[in-house]
């Protein structure tokens, strides 16, 4: 089985920086795209950033030149480095993976539980 943790979030004043974690484990045989997507209150789940196997990235254009997004395929792990933070950046992240798993033996995508990202004016 796998499974998706987010680690890193928390509360943090506008111009500040934090680096959100996300690290998968279980039967993992393969990872093709992992990403970051948000959501505040409100309003529906968008889409912050992508990175495939192949390390081509995708940003959303609010948080293009200030977030970066990279991975550690040895860790299964992906990154996501918040600077010059915004209110408006205030929501719970979570980390999505696209996996192929044994046992299952095709790709499925795996969503982690979320990190509150609080960032206060």
């Known amino acids: 089985q796998v499974r998706l943790v987010e680690s890193g979030g928390g509360l943090v004043q506008a111009g500040g920086s934090l680096r959100l974690s996300c690290a998968a484990s279980?039967?993992?045989?393969?990872?093709?795209?992992m990403g970051w997507y948000r959501q505040a209150p409100g309003k529906q789940r968008e889409l912050v950033a992508t990175?495939?196997?192949?390390?081509?990235?995708n940003y959303a254009d609010s948080v293009k030149g200030r977030f970066t997004i990279s991975r550690d395929n040895a860790k299964n792990t992906v990154y996501l480095q918040m600077n010059s933070l915004k209110p408006e950046d205030t929501a719970v992240y979570y980390c999505?993976?696209?996996?192929?798993?044994?046992?299952?033996?095709?790709?499925?995508?795996?969503w982690g539980q979320g990190t509150q990202v609080t960032v206060s004016s």
């Open positions: 999505n993976a696209d996996v192929m798993a044994r046992v299952i033996l095709t790709f499925r995508s795996y």
């Open positions: 990175i495939t196997s192949g390390g081509s990235t």
């Open positions: 279980g039967s993992i045989l393969s990872i093709n795209t």
